[in-house]
């Protein structure tokens, strides 16, 4: 596994939703829960594979020493 860059959260409500970015990898890990029972699910992604309105979320919720590595893996305008 690469070197992590940063892990992004955007869960809006008690259920988790966090993406993390690993250098020089065109995949991304998210961790998220469906429900109570059924917590920390993870899957493996791939840019094109995160909406739009992810992406818009998950740039503006980015630190900004990480925003530009962030935006360029992600293919974000």
């Not at 992590?4 to 995949?27: Q, V």
């Amino acid at each position: 596994m690469e070197k992590e860059i940063c892990t992004i959260s955007i869960a809006s409500t008690w259920l988790g939703d966090a993406y993390t970015f690993y250098e020089d990898e065109r995949r991304i890990k998210r961790v998220y829960d469906n429900h109570s029972l059924n917590a920390n699910r993870t899957e493996w992604l791939e840019p094109h594979q995160i909406s739009k309105q992810i992406k818009d979320k998950l740039v503006k919720s980015c630190p900004e020493e990480f925003k530009e590595q962030v935006m360029h893996i992600l293919d974000y305008p």
